[in-house]
């Protein structure tokens, strides 16, 4: 089987475009990753496109209405917040399985404002407030506390990775925000679910990303000094817990993927120079740490409290600014997160570059369960 | 008045007696569910399940302090996993004590009890009637 490589991968801005189409902004970040590849949209041989909100409206398909309709396969796919990443992965599965040499995968969304989850009713009456909160900072806030319980782990060490984040987004221009948090007003922002706070949620933005994926022969052909190798794939739903009925487990749905992701790259936790993880919510980036083996179980708080976890630590987490600052497009987020480590594979960081990478690692979760990690690797 | 309805369909109100819990056993791996099903998804056995009544008595897992939730819902409140005694576990609102996190307390035993879902009603105007947890 080939290797597969990132030849071209771009995300735009994220931020808030009301007036424009799901298609039109996913098309956008589509014409940069070509761009950056090099290429055309007549070069590609099928489109693997993620979107969650317009699932039945095949955004992929009218991406090429707006930049080029070749007739070339195209395969929309949801999958909650795992959504790109999953995109990703069946474009990356394509050259595998030699059926294409070159491919481009899409993630793109529209979103609104407020909360997630927790709105349906149903039959009946509404169960919001009544049966606890669906809402997603509740269900992350009580995956956090689970922790807690476990570890003692605290507010405030849950809030100091809102902090770090917020702080890695000033570095990076393509943020949503780009605002320093001090600890003292994350801890006092607006309590929206305890131990999540305003400043602790993820951000509800518009976005797209795109990667132009290629086989090793096309990689050579086209030149391999920009090249991000794919060292590893994997994908996992989440295998029976006792409390997954009532309370969705991120932890062994997590744990599976990386543990399959380190065997199909051949490497530890301890080769990985850089990390883009999913925290939809402070709570769910501290439980990360050790779901992909980062550090010991039961070590997440140190992790944040000695800076491991910072740019300059051991091993940066989201500098990007993560989705708490840079913003968390749904089905965008799992290849904008991509374009993050293959932007620090290349050199090509700017302030927040982490020195010397070589290998990197995303990571996502889509509640239902999804897992979606890639190990991505520097060629040259 | 109307009797009122069960909130979820494993809220069983009897004829005679106190409404209870129910949930779905595997007797193959033990493995315990809410709702009616089949098969089980821990172990795969199919038609192993029985139907058993569920503890009213649990412990607190983990919990959340819910203080912005949709319009109409009062908050703050507290939202509750609580694991039961002899297997089984459920998610509800935890009542009569403070939103408090320093007076919520990790593992602490708790109690299903039932009431009025809190005056909601729904299209037809029926009641219904909801579980809820406290402290022991």
Known sequence: MSDVYVMGVDMIKFGRFPDRSVPNIGAEAALMALDDAGLGIQDMQALYCGNLGQASGMVGQRILQEIGQT?????????????????????????????????????????????????????????????????????????????????????????????????????NPKAMYQ????????????????????????????????????????????????????????????????????MPDVNACTRLAAKDAYEQAGIGPEDVNL???????????????????????????????????????????NVSGGLLSKGHPLGATGIANIYEICTHLRGEAGKRQVEGAKIGMTH???????????????TS | MS???????????????????????????????????????KCFARDEMEVIRLSDKGTLHSFAI???????????????IVDLEGGGTIKG????????????????PVKVTFGDALGRKDKEGNSYLSYFFEPI
Not at chain 2, 93 to 108: R, T, V
């Open chain 1, 71 to 171: 007739g070339m396969p195209v395969v929309n796919v949801a999958n909650a917040c795992a959504t790109g990443a999953t995109a990703f992965r069946e474009a990356w599965m394509s050259i595998k399985a030699g059926m294409y040499d070159v491919v481009l995968a899409v993630g793109v969304e529209q979103m609104g404002k407020g909360l997630l989850g927790g709105a349906g009713t149903g039959d009946g009456i509404p169960k919001e407030g009544l049966l606890g909160s669906g809402t997603m900072p509740c269900v992350f806030a009580e995956a956090g506390m689970e922790h807690a319980k476990e570890y003692g782990t605290t507010f405030e060490q849950f809030a100091k990775i809102s902090v770090k984040n917020h702080h890695h987004s000033t570095m």
């Open chain 1, 179 to 246: 605002i320093e948090t001090p600890l003292d007003d994350v801890m006092n922002a607006e309590m929206i679910s305890y131990p999540n706070t305003k400043l602790m949620c993820s951000v509800n933005v518009d976005g797209s990303a795109a990667a132009v994926l290629v086989s090793e022969k096309k990689a050579r052909e086209l030149g391999m000094a920009r090249a991000v190798k794919v060292r590893a794939s994997a994908m996992a739903s989440d295998p029976y817990t006792d409390r997954d009925l009532v």
């Open chain 1, 275 to 317: 990390v883009e993880l999913h925290d939809c919510f402070a709570t769910a980036e501290m439980l990360h740490y050790e779901n992909l083996g980062l550090c010991k179980d039961g070590e997440a708080g140190k992790m944040i409290d000695e800076g491991h976890v910072e740019l300059g630590g051991k091993v940066p987490v």
């Open chain 1, 364 to 378: 996502v979760i889509g509640l239902g369960t999804a897992c979606g990690i890639h190990i991505l690797e520097k």
């Open chain 2, 3 to 41: 009797k009122p309805l069960p909130v979820v369909d494993y809220l069983k109100i009897p004829e005679k007696g106190e409404p209870y819990l129910e949930g779905y056993r595997c007797k193959k791996c033990g493995a315990t569910y809410l709702g009616e099903r089949n098969v089980c998804s």
């Open chain 2, 66 to 80: 819910v203080y912005r939730s949709f319009p109409g819902i009062d908050v703050p409140y507290v939202s509750a």
């Open chain 2, 93 to 108: 609102n935890l009542i009569n004590i403070e939103p408090d996190p320093d007076k919520i307390k990790f593992s602490m």
